[in-house]
């Protein structure tokens, strides 16, 4: 990603938000041999986010076998859909993170799943766990999940939502390469924190002043919170994500309403609450089954979780809102999609 030193906190760039920097799509790799150790490593470390956040549908596992990883990769690549990653039959990663979940032990509501939205947050903390050993990674959802779910022999209720090569980056890219062609064309662009983040109302800016009015957060580390966001990798790097920040007590009020009634008091306490949409989108492809909604916001959504555990902010999140009443709330028009409400707490003073 083009870094445009907005991905800093108080004038410096924070360990978490190097590997944030430092991650992205590797889409070639050099030889090497992701470790059994390794892997278990990036496993636990999802175990342990999926345990601090409470969820019980997601499970990552990392394969390092040799004949797994063929398996997969073939299984990945067939039909319409497996063309979309031309690059796969001939990488040298030689490990695959696989995000597998049973999507029906957490609440569904039409087409949002929790469940879907809990294993994409776990997936992005086991690729950041990658990416801070100095492993690359790369997001798939173009992939014939199924015949991955049949390649593993995987019972009939868990679903393969992505997978991820897991390898030895590079030490540079070719321009020419697919990998850095797309890295070049596609990935690297963020669209700026103006266009993604409103006060009250969808559309309304954030002040010139910046944050530093909003809310009882510290001006920085909100800052910081969003971009974190920001920089988040997304299916066709869509970036759908819209973060409307209550301010006014009405805005507040109404999205407490949107809670169910077991979390409502909790995140009435919090500082500050924002909910978390999807701007319409159009995503490219022919066989793209799932709802991108609910795997790229939640994505992001697990950037602000863990920039704001770094900085000793407690983050709580809800995807089991009322998505009708989310939307009223912000002024969201149609097509828009309400996908999530988050609580910020107080810093802790230690930070
Ligand atoms: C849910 C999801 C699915 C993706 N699917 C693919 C894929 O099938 N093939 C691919 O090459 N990249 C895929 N990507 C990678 C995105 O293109 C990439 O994250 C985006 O362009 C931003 O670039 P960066 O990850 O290098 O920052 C996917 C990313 C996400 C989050």
Redesign the pocket.
Known sequence: ?KYDGSLSYKGTVTPLQKVMLW?????KYRDGVVTAEQAAEIDAAARAFSGRMGFDSPAIRTTVAPAEFKAVVGAALKGVVGK??P?LPFTKAGAMILAIGNPLKAPVFGDRRVGVAQI?MVM?AAVLHAASMGLGT??????NSREIEKTLGLPDEREII?ISTLGHPPAGISLLSWDGM??HL???K?KPLSELVFVDRLGVRIPDSGFSQIGSIEGDALGAIFNAAR???????VQMWRFVIAHAPETKMALLAALPGGCRASFQQAPLLIAALAEPWFVKGSRRE?P?FM??VP?AISHIVLQAAELGIACAVEFGVDEAAVKAAVGAGEGFRAVALVALGNQRRNT
Do not use: L
Not at 138 to 143: E, K, L, P, S
Not at 231 to 237: E, H, L, R
């Open positions: 990603m991650r992205r799509s590797f889409r979309i990653n690059w994409a992005e790369c997001w798939m959802a173009g992939i992505a797309t890295h596609v990935s690297k963020r920089v988040a990798p997304s299916a066709d790097n799932q991108f795997i790229d994505i």
